[in-house]
């Protein structure tokens, strides 16, 4: 993909492990609001399809790839509370300190971006959580000083699977659409790309199966730190049929 000039990293499942970070993220974040009240901590996992002796998600979970404004109303349903801008920045609040305190990064994200940047990628992130929080965490793992600029889904370019925030990110740096490329692991991901015209690099480290993704990736690969060694010795055509 010797024509790409700009990255755009998913954050969870992508840099992040899913389920170490916000299996426990989660749990503590729903027996905060839940308090004392059993039947809606119950409820809560259920519309989460959150297993808590496990701390992990089932991958129908809505919480998989979509952010507080697709899931929110349910757990505010679940609570018995209104959806409120107010509710959602609790929401995201409890994740972003949850979260932070439970990081688990997949793999060398900040030798793997480093690596990148000095390749001549422009690099970004695209994330369906809170702008802050992402800053937050990207800040913990050491990549934050890389990064142009970190898009979340209350960043003002709405959320993906909708196209916005790539495209937003092109426009700020003037980059034509095919000289970026994606890089996730869900439907969301590979949606938000091609609405922005943009290729779309799909990773086997995200918590739900993506074989259906596979035949319509540009590349395909195990996990980030891949990506160093495949994007500077492969063209698109050769990389993709080499790494899937």
């Known amino acids: 993909m010797r024509d790409i000039s700009a990255l755009l990293f998913d954050k969870d499942g992508t840099l992040v492990h899913f389920d170490r970070t916000w299996g426990p ?20 996992q259920q519309v989460s399809h959150y297993l808590p002796a496990e701390e992990r998600f089932l991958h129908t979970s809505p919480l998989v790839s979509g952010s507080s404004a697709h899931y929110g109303p349910m757990w505010a349903q679940a609570l018995g509370r209104a959806t409120t801008p107010a509710f959602l920045a609790e929401i995201d609040e409890l994740f972003a300190r949850e979260g932070l305190a439970s990081l688990t990064p997949i793999g060398r994200p900040q030798d793997t971006l480093a690596r990148l940047k000095s390749a001549g990628f422009t690099l970004g992130i695209v994330t369906n959580d809170a702008e802050d929080s992402a800053r937050k965490q990207a800040q913990a793992l050491g990549i934050l000083p890389l990064l142009a600029a970190v898009h979340g889904y209350d960043s003002g370019f709405g959320s993906k699977p909708s196209p916005g925030m790539v495209a937003a990110f092109g426009a700020r740096f003037g980059l034509a659409p095919h000289t970026m490329a994606v890089i996730g692991d869900s439907a969301h991901d590979l949606a938000a790309a091609r609405g922005a015209d943009a290729r779309f690099i799909a990773v086997r480290s995200g918590p739900a ?36």
Do not use: F
């Open 209 to 244: 199966p993506i074989d259906d993704l596979l035949p319509e990736a540009d590349l395909v690969v195990d996990s980030i730190d891949d990506l160093p060694l495949i994007l500077a010795t492969h063209p698109s055509s050769q990389a993709r049929e080499n790494a899937v």
């Open 25 to 44: 993220a989660c749990g503590a974040a729903m027996r905060a609001l839940a308090g004392d009240d059993l039947a809606a901590l119950v409820r809560l």
